[in-house]
């Protein structure tokens, strides 16, 4: 059973534009919600990540957008550079089990 | 650099063999966690360790096995090795399972290919 749905699958976006991806929970139960990137031939590093009792986080050019009524919640990057070429997991877990369910990755390309 | 080791980088074997990746989480980190990529399935969580002891289990096989030693250091045992099995296998650590930031920190995988 998937618990965490991730779209798109790929993106592609010129640089300076936005990128946008979504992703969807099943389980309730879930209050930590953390995005990883991946570069290839690396293994997955922390992004940013929220917690349900906020509705909006943002660090930098990265920003969290969490609906906990719909169970979703998105990354936006402001201003896309191609160093931002990667793969990006959505996450839920359980705090403070931390066995966290990924989604099932965006593979983001930013045009120079 | 994430602090956490995984060997060997690259893997290489035949179907039915048995192999053993192993895992140094960060300095002080207690729990280990083990993770299997593969393209059709994702990330998928395969077990956990606090402190020498299995704390959760997820998506594990009965070939597989994980045990956490005294110096926090974590082998992950894979038997019987099948097609499937191929895959990329990320050993994670944190702090413990205490509520605080709840970040993994991953190592650079180890990469097994069964022929």
């Known amino acids: 059973q998937q618990q965490v749905k991730q779209s798109p699958q790929s993106l592609i976006v010129q640089k300076g534009g936005i990128s946008i991806i979504n992703c969807a929970y099943e389980?309730?139960?879930?209050?930590?919600f953390p995005w990883y990137q991946q570069f290839p031939g690396k293994g997955p590093a922390l992004l940013i990540a929220?917690?349900?009792?906020?509705s909006e986080k943002k660090e930098g050019r990265f920003t969290i957008s969490f609906n906990k009524s719909a169970k979703q919640f998105s990354l936006h990057i402001m201003d896309s550079q191609p160093g931002d070429s990667a793969t990006y997991f959505c996450a839920a877990s359980k705090v403070p089990a931390r066995q966290l369910t990924f989604g099932s990755g965006t593979q983001l390309t930013v045009l120079p | 650099d994430s602090g956490v080791t995984q060997t060997p980088k690259h893997l290489i074997t035949a179907t039915g063999q048995r192999v053993t990746l192993r895992c140094s989480p960060r300095s002080g980190d207690l729990s280990v966690y083990w993770y299997q990529q593969s393209l059709d399935q994702g990330l998928q969580f395969l077990i956990q360790y606090y402190n020498g002891e299995e704390r959760a289990k997820g998506n594990i096989l009965e070939r597989f096995s994980a045990q956490q030693f005294p110096d926090l250091h974590s082998e992950l045992n894979l038997s019987s090795l099948e097609l499937g099995d191929s895959a990329l296998y990320f050993c994670?650590?944190?702090?413990?399972?205490?509520?605080?930031?709840?970040?993994?920190?991953f190592g650079e995988g180890s990469r097994l290919t069964v022929l």
């Open positions: 929220i917690r349900p009792d906020v």
């Open positions: 994670a650590s944190s702090s413990g399972t205490g509520a605080n930031t709840g970040e993994l920190f």
């Open positions: 389980n309730t139960a879930f209050d930590y």
